[in-house]
C-alpha cells in the first residue's frame, strides 16, 4: 500500500496514534512534572523519515571528532564527511548562499532549500540584530555557532525518504518483505574450536512474524537466514529491545523478563539521549505566517502550496556560556575533561539549538488552534549535549509487548536551568530584536503570559518540554575497553559473531542538531565496513 500522507511533507502528524506508529509512550516522566510523552515512530518502510519534519542538518565537525576520541577509529568528521555527501542530490536555489562543495549531487536523497514566509525573514532579521553571525549554509559545514537555513528533504512539493533508496534503483539482489516484523536473533552455539571466552555464539538468522506469507489479517512466524551476516536496523527503540528478545542484553533485567541470557552486555537499552524541546507560541499583528493558506486540495492536485514544504524558518546554533556563567548550576558543574564546558560540549559545539515555524502547529498537543484568522508561529529551543540519560527496558518475555522508555528528561538541573535560560533567551530576541519587535502580539494563546524570572522559567520548561523526536545512543558504539559499548566501532554486536547494528541507537554521543542525515550516513558507514570485513572491497 502507497502512504500519500509520506509524500506530502505537511501530513506528518496523520500518522501519529495509528496502525503506522509504533505509538509508544514515555513512563511519566519525574523531572518533568510526571508527564507522560507520545513517542511516535514511522512503521512503514522509510521508518520516521517517511515522517520527519524533513530538516537535514549533519551536527558539528566536534561531535564526530569527539566520536573518534572517544576511540572509534574511522569516524571522524573527515572520515563522514563523504559519506554524508554520498546519499544526497543537492539541488541549487537561485539566492542561496550554497556551500557547494560540502553537498552530494549522485545520492538518492534530494534535498534543497524552500523559500520562506515574511515572518521568517523578521525572524532572521532578529538574530543578526542581536549579533548572532549569519552563515547561510553553516548546517552542512559542521559549523557549531551562527543562524542559517537548513536544507530540507523535499522537492517539488513530495518528500523524499529512506524509501527511495530501495524504491527507485533497486538492486538485483535486494529482497523487501513488508507487513514483517522481526522478533529475535537466532543464535547457534559456536564449535569449540571458534568459541573464545568473550564470544560464544553466531547469529544465524531472525524470527519474524509476516502478513505477506499468511492468508488475510493472519500473521505467519518465518525464520530469514543470513548467509554471512544479520545487520539490525529497527532505530533506537527496536534495536535494543530485539537484543535482549534475543537474550544479548543486562543480564539481571533479562533473568528477571524470564530470558535466556546469551550474551550478559549490561548497556543494551542504556544510554538513552534527546533533545529536549520547548515550543513558544506568539500572536501576531499581521499575516506573516501561512496560517491562513492551507488548502489541502492545492497539493494533491499539483503537489504545490504550502503543504507541500515543511515551513520552518532559520535555523541557530548558540553557546550560552557568558549567559550561564553567574547560574549557580553551571558554577556547581564539574566537567573532568579540562576542554569542555559544565554541559560537557566541546567549544564547537552548541548548547541550544533555535528554529522557528511559519504557521501554528507542532504536534497533536499544541491544539490551541488559531481560529479567526489570527497569524501565529512558534520558536523552539532545543537542548543540545543534554546530560541527563534514560533507559529502554522490556516488559516481560513476549516481543509483541510494548518496552518500558524512560528518557529521564531534565533529570539533571544544567538541562533544566540551560533550557530556561535558551528559552528566556529567544523570548528576549522575538521581543526586542529589531525584525520582529513591531510586529508581535503576545504570547499565544493570548491567556497565557511568559514566564518571569530564573524559577519561572524553570517551572515552565518541566512542564512545556517534550520530545525533539531524536532517540538514540541505546546500543552505544565503543571499543572494547568501554564498559558501556554495545557495539564495536566496526558495528559488531560484542559477545557475538556475525551480527552488527546500523542505525542511530550506536551513537556513542547525540549529535547536535538533527539526526535524519547521520541515519543516512551510518547507513553508508556500514555498507562500507560490511564490504571491507567480506573482503569485497580493499
Ligand atoms: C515526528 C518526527 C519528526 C522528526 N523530524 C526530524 C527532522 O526534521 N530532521 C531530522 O534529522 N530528524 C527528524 N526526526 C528523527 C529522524 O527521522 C530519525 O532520527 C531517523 O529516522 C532515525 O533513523 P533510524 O533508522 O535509526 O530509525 P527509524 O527511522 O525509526 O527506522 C527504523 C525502521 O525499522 C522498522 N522496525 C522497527 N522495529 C522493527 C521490527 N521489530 N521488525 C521489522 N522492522 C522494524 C521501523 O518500522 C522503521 O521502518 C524526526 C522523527 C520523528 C518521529
Not at 506528518?12 to 507520545?38: L, S
Not at 573527515?78 to 562543495?101: C, H, M, Q, W, Y
Not at 548572532?132 to 536544507?151: K, N
Request: proline share 7%.
Amino acid at each position: 500500500m502507497d502512504l500519500v500522507n509520506s509524500h506530502m511533507p505537511m501530513a506528518w502528524q496523520k500518522f501519529h496514534f495509528t496502525e503506522h506508529d509504533w505509538n509508544y509512550d514515555t513512563e511519566p516522566q519525574k523531572h518533568a512534572n510526571n508527564r507522560v510523552i507520545h513517542l511516535p515512530r514511522g512503521r512503514f518502510l522509510s521508518g520516521c523519515s517517511g515522517l520527519n519534519g524533513t530538516i537535514i542538518t549533519r551536527g558539528c565537525k566536534a561531535d564526530y571528532d569527539e566520536w573518534e576520541a572517544l576511540r572509534n577509529p574511522g569516524w571522524s568528521w573527515n572520515d563522514v564527511l563523504p559519506l554524508f555527501k554520498k546519499s544526497e542530490r543537492f539541488i541549487p536555489t537561485e539566492g542561496f548562499g550554497a556551500a557547494t562543495e560540502y553537498h552530494g549531487t549522485d545520492g538518492q536523497l534530494v534535498t534543497t532549500v524552500h523559500p520562506q514566509a515574511p515572518i521568517s525573514d523578521a525572524m532572521l532579521d532578529s538574530y543578526i540584530n542581536k549579533g548572532i553571525s549569519y552563515r547561510p549554509d553553516m548546517f552542512v559545514q559542521g559549523e557549531g555557532e551562527g543562524v542559517g537555513h537548513v536544507t530540507r528533504t523535499v522537492h517539488e512539493g513530495v518528500r523524499t525518504s529512506g524509501a527511495d533508496f530501495v524504491n527507485k534503483n533497486p538492486p538485483a539482489n535486494l529482497h523487501v518483505l513488508l507487513e514483517t516484523t522481526v522478533l529475535r536473533v537466532v543464535l547457534e552455539s559456536l564449535p569449540d574450536s571458534e568459541s573464545t571466552d568473550s564470544s560464544k555464539y553466531r547469529a544465524i538468522a531472525v524470527e519474524a512474524e509476516s502478513k505477506i506469507k499468511a492468508d488475510g489479517d493472519a500473521v505467519k512466524l518465518i525464520t530469514l537466514r543470513g548467509k554471512k551476516e544479520i545487520i539490525i536496523s529497527a532505530g533506537a527503540y527496536n534495536s535494543p529491545c530485539i537484543l535482549m528478545h534475543s537474550g544479548i542484553g543486562p543480564k539481571d533485567h533479562l533473568e528477571e523478563c524470564g530470558i535466556d541470557v546469551k550474551v550478559d552486555l549490561k548497556s543494551v537499552g542504556q544510554n538513552l539521549s534527546d533533545h529536549p524541546s520547548v515550543f513558544q507560541f506568539y500572536l501576531l499583528k499581521s499575516k506573516m505566517t501561512y496560517d491562513h493558506v492551507i488548502y489541502p486540495l492545492e497539493w494533491l492536485e499539483s503537489k504545490s502550496g504550502i503543504l507541500g514544504r515543511f515551513p520552518f524558518g532559520p535555523f541557530v546554533f548558540l553557546r550560552l556560556d557568558k549567559l550561564m556563567e553567574d547560574k549557580p548550576e553551571w558554577k556547581a558543574a564539574k566537567e573532568k575533561n579540562p576542554e569542555k564546558d559544565p554541559m560537557g560540549q566541546l567549544p564547537g559545539q552548541p548548547h541550544v539549538e533555535y528554529f522557528s515555524t511559519e504557521l501554528y502547529g507542532g504536534g497533536p498537543q499544541h491544539s490551541d488552534l488559531p481560529t479567526k484568522g489570527e497569524s501565529c508561529f512558534a520558536v523552539i529551543t532545543m537542548l543540545c549535549g543534554t546530560r541527563s540519560r534514560g533507559s529502554i527496558r522490556l516488559n516481560g518475555s513476549d516481543p509483541h509487548g510494548k518496552p518500558k522508555i524512560d528518557h529521564n528528561y531534565l533529570a539533571n538541573e544544567l538541562d533544566v536551568a540551560v533550557l530556561a535560560e535558551g528559552c528566556r533567551y529567544v523570548n528576549e530576541i522575538v521581543t526586542e530584536g529589531a525584525g520582529t519587535r513591531e510586529h508581535i502580539t503576545g504570547p499565544w494563546p493570548t491567556t497565557r503570559a511568559h514566564p518571569n524570572g530564573d524559577e519561572q522559567w524553570k517551572e515552565y520548561v518541566r512542564q512545556q518540554a517534550g520530545t525533539c523526536y531524536h532517540p538514540a545512543s541505546t546500543c552505544k558504539m565503543g571499543p572494547d575497553e568501554d564498559e558501556e559499548a554495545v557495539v564495536d566501532p566496526r558495528l559488531r554486536v560484542r559477545g557475538i559473531k556475525s551480527l552488527r547494528v546500523a542505525d542511530i541507537s550506536i551513537m556513542p554521543k547525540l549529535n547536535n542538531g538533527h539526526p535524519q542525515a547521520p541515519a543516512y550516513m551510518i547507513g553508508e558507514k556500514a555498507a562500507q565496513l560490511i564490504l571491507e570485513d567480506n573482503r569485497i572491497i580493499g
